[in-house]
């Protein structure tokens, strides 16, 4: 059974975690760990006794961004009407997926050898986009026959685009299309 951290190393942990998605989305999974353990002002004996190898700090990384994500659902929906969460949660999802790509390269080796990591992940994040969905059908703000998995789906293809293109703008205008899309007929 873990044991909750002290304060003080969960907040190094968390530290460490948010620099090293900062540093993958900047630089890629290849980055320097030595330069990712000075940013989060830890020593690199830190970061090696909490994550052995680059791989795993990379899929704690992943986890971490993960869980984030679709944790902020609930959140948004709390201080935002509901269209307006589920637009801020979508441009949440493309800063996700830009950290992810920046760990493109090691990702696809972590999501293999660990079972299920990328259902439950997908499944998580499907979860989310239901509850925003949810929000905005109950409110009729949204159109409720549309599927959460193929609005996720619509939002990775936007992402790929724009990030592609490296054009953050385009992704906000897509998701504008896509909100306009989801919007019930009388809410348009």
């Known amino acids: 059974m873990n044991r909750p951290l002290r304060a003080d190393a969960q907040a190094n942990l968390d530290r460490l975690l948010e620099v090293a998605a900062a540093a993958f989305a900047r630089e890629g999974a290849d980055t320097s760990l030595k330069a990712i353990a000075a940013e989060a002002q830890v020593g690199i004996g830190t970061l090696y006794r909490r994550f052995p190898t680059r ?5 704690a990384v ?5 869980a984030r994500l679709s944790a902020a659902a609930p959140d948004l929906l709390a201080t935002l009407p509901p269209r307006e969460a589920l637009q801020a949660w979508m441009q949440h999802f493309v800063d996700y997926m830009l950290t992810k790509r920046g760990m493109s390269d090691a990702l696809p080796t ?9 259902a439950s992940s997908r499944q998580s994040l499907e979860d989310a986009v239901r509850t925003l969905m949810n929000a905005g059908g109950d409110a009729g703000l949204l159109r409720t026959d549309i599927h959460p998995y193929d609005v996720l789906m619509s939002l990775g293809g936007i992402t790929l685009i724009a990030g592609h293109e490296h054009q953050r703008d385009l992704a906000s205008r897509l998701i504008e299309l896509l909100l306009d899309g989801l919007a019930r007929d009388t809410a348009r």
């Not at 791989?55 to 899929?59: G, Q, Y």
């Open 62 to 66: 992943y986890r971490n961004e993960n």
């Open 110 to 118: 972590i999501l293999t050898a660990r079972d299920g990591l990328r």
């Open 55 to 59: 791989e795993d700090l990379v899929e």
